[in-house]
């Protein structure tokens, strides 16, 4: 990062350019590199990645602002600016950093995790995310047909907490992989009991998609299925405040 009078001023400049190419998920998981965006987001999450954070552009209005994230920092026009950022009006800082993202090979045993089985809006996978921390789940499992995790909405919505709890890729035979190394699947879904079992070891918690909820395999691999017990007048819950409200109900369930 180079600090100084120079500012980059065209959206054209070589490193400019190269930098952009992080808001493709293709070019994020080919460089393991990824956007934040906005001093809100940073400054939550610059306890944990502050060390680790790769450049810092910064737009000529906010360089005051700057000043108590990092010593160093690019600082370029609003156009500029705006080029690298996802959302509509930037907020005046982009940085670089690593991706969080572990191999599911990395998943240890015996921990209780969220399983995301096809969940497609940003702003609940981040909730999730976030909900998944609070309530202290051992870490999340991308399910197949889920949402990128790396995109700017998803980290928004998360904060730090995406850096933090970690996250693993899942794969097309997860759940069947998961199941047979001994994990207890627990699925949740409206045609389920409305009693959490007792779970001793390993637990994944499975939430589907928001307009089909879990898939037929999952709920085919399934050891039990498990609903929230609500008022008949409302046919269904938001897919993040059900997962939340039974990530919440399993710290009382916990038989390790």
Known sequence: MAQGSNVISSTQNPRIKEVRKLRQKKYREKTGRLLLEGPVVLQELWP??????????????RLEEAAAF????????GEVLQALAESEHSQGMVAVVPSFLRPLEELPEGGRYLYTDGIQDPGNLGGMIRSAEAFSMDGLILGPGTVDVTSGKVLRSSMASAFRLPIYRGREDSLEGLRARGDFLLALDIQGRGELPPVEGGLILIVGNEARGVSEEA???ADERYTIAMNPVVDSLNANVAASIAMFALQGNNER
């Open 48 to 61: 944990v990645i502050g060390p680790s954070v790769l450049e810092l552009f910064v737009r000529e209005d």
């Open 70 to 77: 990092a010593e160093e920092w690019t600082t370029v026009t």
């Open 219 to 221: 709920r085919a691999l």
